[in-house]
């Protein structure tokens, strides 16, 4: 079992930054993909960004520009840094883990999720 934790929610003002950090519970070899998502209230959960072993990254059109997700496999964490926020950023961010123990398939892992408030 893993377990994922996520640091670095709260409030800001809009314009402001925040980085947003995720730690594994044990040593992952080559997790397929590390990102991010977020639900807002009465939303559906969507991706926000993503990183590949490869070294590719994905953001979704609303972030891009503002976003930046980077990973480190050697301490197994994944952090987004956040700038220029908007109100409509508020919601409650999600790191993720796709990744396959060997001889199985592969799964998603979940952090707890931590809030982010952007105040207008």
């Known amino acids: 079992q893993v377990e994922l934790m996520e640091f670095g929610g709260g409030l800001v003002q809009a314009g402001g930054s925040l980085r947003l950090s995720c730690a594994a519970s044990r040593t992952m070899y080559k997790i397929n993909i590390l990102g991010w998502y977020r639900q807002a209230p009465g939303k559906e959960r969507e991706l926000v960004a993503s990183?590949?072993?490869?070294?590719?990254?994905n953001y979704s059109d609303s972030v891009k520009g503002r976003f930046t997700i980077a990973r480190n496999d050697a301490e197994i964490t994944v952090s987004l840094q956040m700038n220029n926020l908007k109100p409509e950023d508020t919601a409650v961010y999600y790191c993720?883990?796709?990744?396959?123990?060997?001889?199985?398939?592969?799964?998603?892992?979940w952090g707890q999720g931590t809030q982010v408030t952007v105040s207008s």
């Open positions: 990183s590949t072993y490869e070294g590719s990254t």
């Open positions: 993720y883990a796709d990744y396959r123990e060997p001889g199985t398939d592969t799964l998603r892992y």
